[in-house]
């Protein structure tokens, strides 16, 4: 069973920094490309990063320049760094893994950028 948990969301204020972790279980982690979305209430998941199994890295426009995204394959961990963190980053976090027409969602974890 595939399981994707979350760790690293908490209160900062503007301009800091956090740093999100998606532990992965249950799969071939190598096998399998990874994405963070974030999401706020009443409005529709966000893709703010992705990571393939190729170790290509992409992030949105919204955060490109703010946000990393790295993989460790020994560890099975994919990291979302996050760097001047702005109070419109405030969202819950989410780990997605997909491949070949497998996918699993984590939790969740939150994030709140405030003064």
């Known amino acids: 069973q595939v399981q994707l948990v979350e760790s690293g969301g908490g209160l900062v204020q503007p301009g800091e920094s956090l740093t999100l972790s998606c532990a992965a279980s249950?799969?071939?982690?190598?096998?399998?490309?990874f994405a963070w979305y974030r999401q706020t209430p009443g409005e529709q998941r966000e893709r703010v990063a992705t990571?393939?199994?190729?170790?290509?890295?992409s992030t949105a426009d919204s955060v490109k320049g703010r946000f990393d995204v790295t993989r460790d394959n020994g560890k099975q961990t994919v990291t979302l760094q996050m760097n001047n963190l702005k109070p419109e980053d405030t969202a819950v976090y989410f780990c997605?893994?997909?491949?070949?027409?497998?996918?699993?969602w984590g939790r969740g974890t939150q994030v709140t950028v405030a003064a």
């Open positions: 997605y893994a997909w491949f070949n027409g497998y996918e699993a």
């Open positions: 249950g799969l071939v982690f190598g096998f399998y490309n």
């Open positions: 990571i393939t199994a190729a170790n290509t890295p």
